[in-house]
Structures are given as structure tokens and as C-alpha cells.
């Protein structure tokens, strides 16, 4: 255990904001470098990113190179909350500097990136947390509860329906809108859902079918090339087809679909839609007893329980849950709290980063299926000395 902690973060903005939540000078921990590749000469202008970094921590040194940040032998953990494609290349540089290190979902783009950080990980034996914050959503974790209950019997069958009503608004006006930085939304976003499945069944997938396309999306008004760009998040940004200031390279696909195999023997399908009107994670397993399926995903909502034969419209147990406040429905302060607590006291987590491997296996996987007539493809085992170590808490 250390009484005191440096904490740097890689990517102040954006989901850098959520680093910000470590900062706890009452109990030791405190933020004291960001990284962030933008010159110096713009940190004092009108960045909301870097203002906000510096009025929140006025004694925290701002640097545009992270090797800067990470060379600071003073620095304990560092948050890497920078864009997909620079996960692999920073996180193994941090792990060989010996820092312990908090990746933002995904762990890497390519199954190769996330091998190569998890043996980074494990040569080096810096501690590796990587954040998937909806293991810690009040409806993900309900779910479990009720699932492992054994009420609905063994899980054999699972759903997600996830309707992404922002997603012109977030993926398709920046770096996300080329393979080349996300592989696919299938892995970007789908990650997080193929992970919750993964976890809530008890299993991971070995076997993959995908479908997908580019259906929407390469049929708006695309901004010129060289002219910024970036996320927008307006109500009235729809019907898309109407909107303009897209980027002006879109390769990826608007909906994507998969069909799972999970070496338990049970089969799970996963399905995303970039253009829909409304926005909503919708699971439903069925068991040999009975199903569950939630009605919202966060805020106030409800999960509701069959058992018995009878109509959908009137499940036998319906469970309330009411709005938690905090960043992504009060997920990721306790997504924070874990990584501190497994750094500092080597705290057990509910999630381990060979978790995070095995959906960014399926999302690939996935997306070479559908991109190739749809035919299955074999989502490859993590190797078996790697996959001990993060089965044991990162101890070898």
C-alpha cells in the first residue's frame, strides 16, 4: 500500500474529465501532470479542454508530449484517456515505465494491440485496469444480482438491442469515422455491451458471425477536407439525412450486427444502429427457467423478471431502481474508486483486463466477418500463461 499518490493523465479532455474524479488530495492522491498533443502556445486561448485542466488542478503541470509525463518518476498511475488508436502505443510505454495504469475502454483496436499490452503488462508487472464502466451501471449490476440468483435457471440465450440516437452527433464528424482509428463501431462502442453479455452469461465468445453496413451516414453533407471538425451534441440533429458538417472520410459502418457462440455452449446476439431516433441499451437473457430484460439502462428504470408462463405485458417481479447522480449513470465514480483500490490495498476488481481482451477479440472478429460475405470467423484464445496471471489478480 502507498499513503500517497502522483497521478498524471494522458488526454485532459473529454473523457479525461472523468480522470479528474481520482483527485483526492484528502486522502493523498493528487493529479499533478496532463498530457495532451496540443501546442503551448494554445493552452491560454479559448480550449475549454486545458482551461478546465488548469483551473481545476492551477498546480499541475500541462505538457503536449505524454513521454514527458510518463519520464516523471514522481508519477504513481497514469489515467490514458486519449483516442482508441494511441492506446497500444501508450499504454505499453507506460507499463515499461513502470507506472500503474488506468486504459479507457477499448484496450486496443486490434487483438494483436491488446496481446502485446497484456504481456507488457505481465513482464513488467505494472498493474493494468482497464475502465469499463458498465460493470458498475446500477441495471448491469441488478441484472447479475438476478441472474446469478439462479431465478431464471441457466442463461442459454442473449440479447442486446442498443439504439444510439447520437451517433451522427459523436462518430461520424471525427477521428471515429475511419477504420483506420477504431477498426468499427462494432468494437468502439460495441465493446462495452459485448463485455456486460460476456459477463452476465458467464462466458466469452469463440465464435462469430457479423453483418453490418454503411447504410446512412455516406449519404450526408460531409465538411471539406482540412476544415475542422468534431462532436456535436444537439436534440435537433436529426432526421440525419438533413444535417451537414460530417467527416469528410467515412469507411465505417452505421449499423452493425453480430451472432455470438460462447464456449459455454450458449449463443448471444448483439445488434447497433447509429441512426435511431431514441437511445437505449435494451439486454434480455433467457434462462431455463425464466427471463430477464431491462427497460432503460440507467436513470430511473425498471427490470423486470418471468417465470411463469403468461403475457410480456405482465412480468412476475418487476424491480424499480431510481436515478444515481454522477457521469454515466453514477458509473464512473465506483469505476474510479476500483482502480484506486486495486492499486492501493490490491483490491479484487469485478473485472480483469483479459475481460477487456476477449470483447475486442469478438468486435474484430465481428467486423472481419462482415466484412468478408458474413462468413463465421474463430475468435482466437488469449494465450494461457496470460490468461493465469489476470485470472489471479495480476499475481504470478
Known amino acids: 500500500m502507498k499513503d500517497k499518490l502522483k497521478i498524471g493523465i494522458i488526454g485532459v479532455y473529454g473523457r479525461g474529465k472523468h480522470a479528474y474524479l481520482a483527485h483526492r488530495p484528502e486522502d493523498g492522491i493528487e493529479v499533478v501532470m496532463g498530457a495532451d498533443p496540443l501546442p503551448p502556445a494554445d493552452f491560454q486561448k479559448t480550449l475549454p479542454g486545458f482551461q478546465l485542466f488548469k483551473e481545476r488542478f492551477p498546480n499541475a503541470d500541462l505538457v503536449t508530449d505524454y513521454r514527458e509525463l510518463l519520464a516523471n518518476k514522481d508519477i504513481d498511475a497514469v489515467f490514458i484517456m486519449s483516442p482508441d488508436f494511441c492506446h497500444e502505443e501508450q499504454a505499453v510505454a507506460a507499463l515499461e515505465a513502470g507506472k500503474a495504469v488506468y486504459l479507457e475502454k477499448p484496450l486496443a483496436i486490434s487483438i494483436e494491440g491488446c496481446d502485446r499490452i497484456l504481456e507488457t503488462a505481465y513482464r513488467t508487472g505494472s498493474k493494468l485496469f482497464v475502465g469499463h464502466n458498465m460493470r458498475h451501471f446500477p441495471v448491469v449490476l441488478k441484472m ?30 471525427d477521428w471515429h469515422s475511419e477504420q483506420k482509428n477504431t477498426c468499427g463501431l462494432l468494437l468502439q462502442k460495441g465493446a462495452h455491451d459485448i463485455d456486460v453479455m460476456h459477463w452476465l452469461m458467464g462466458s466469452v465468445t469463440r465464435r462469430v458471425v457479423g453483418m453490418g453496413m454503411l447504410s446512412v451516414y455516406d449519404k450526408c453533407k460531409r465538411r471539406a477536407p482540412g476544415e475542422p471538425g468534431g462532436m456535436e451534441w444537439y436534440e435537433t440533429n436529426y432526421p440525419p439525412l438533413e444535417m451537414k458538417g460530417f467527416s469528410p472520410i467515412i469507411d465505417i459502418e452505421d449499423h452493425n450486427m453480430i451472432m455470438m457462440q460462447l464456449d459455454s455452449g450458449a449463443q448471444a446476439c448483439y445488434m447497433q444502429c ?123
Not at 283 to 292: A, D, K, L, P
Open 274 to 396: 447509429h441512426y435511431a431516433p431514441d437511445k437505449e441499451r435494451n439486454y434480455t437473457f433467457i434462462g431455463t427457467n425464466g427471463r430477464v430484460e431491462n427497460i432503460g439502462d440507467s436513470g430511473d428504470c425498471q427490470i423486470h423478471v418471468w417465470t411463469n408462463r403468461g403475457s410480456r405485458k405482465r412480468p412476475d417481479i418487476i424491480y424499480d431502481l431510481k436515478k444515481i447522480e454522477g457521469t454515466h449513470g453514477g458509473a464512473d465514480a465506483p469505476t474510479i474508486d476500483s482502480f484506486l483500490n486495486f492499486i492501493r490495498f490490491d483490491a479484487p476488481t469485478n473485472a480483469n483486463p483479459m475481460a477487456a481482451r476477449d470483447a475486442v477479440a469478438t468486435g474484430v472478429m465481428g467486423h472481419v466477418s462482415m466484412r468478408n460475405g458474413n462468413m463465421p470467423q474463430e475468435v482466437p484464445a488469449l494465450d494461457k500463461k496470460l490468461a493465469e496471471y489476470f485470472l489471479n489478480g495480476q499475481h504470478k
Open 144 to 173: 447479475k444480482e438476478i441472474i446469478d440468483s439462479g431465478i431464471i435457471g441457466q442463461v442459454q440465450c442473449g440479447w442486446c438491442r442498443h439504439f444510439i440516437s447520437y451517433g451522427g452527433d459523436a462518430y461520424f464528424r
